[in-house]
C-alpha cells in the first residue's frame, strides 16, 4: 500500500464568502412541510 502525504486545506477559502448567520435555518419550513405533507410554498 502506497500511503502519501495529504496537504492540510482547512481554512484555504476562509474570508471568501459571506455566509449569513441564518444559513442553517434557510428554507427549513418549506423542507418540514415537505416531510409533513403539507403545502412546501
Not at 481554512?11 to 403539507?38: T, Y
Amino acid at each position: 500500500m502506497i500511503e502519501t502525504e495529504v496537504p492540510c486545506r482547512l481554512g484555504f477559502l476562509a474570508s471568501q464568502a459571506d455566509i449569513p448567520d441564518d444559513f442553517d435555518d434557510i428554507g427549513a419550513d418549506r423542507i418540514r412541510a415537505l416531510f409533513e405533507g403539507g403545502d412546501p410554498a
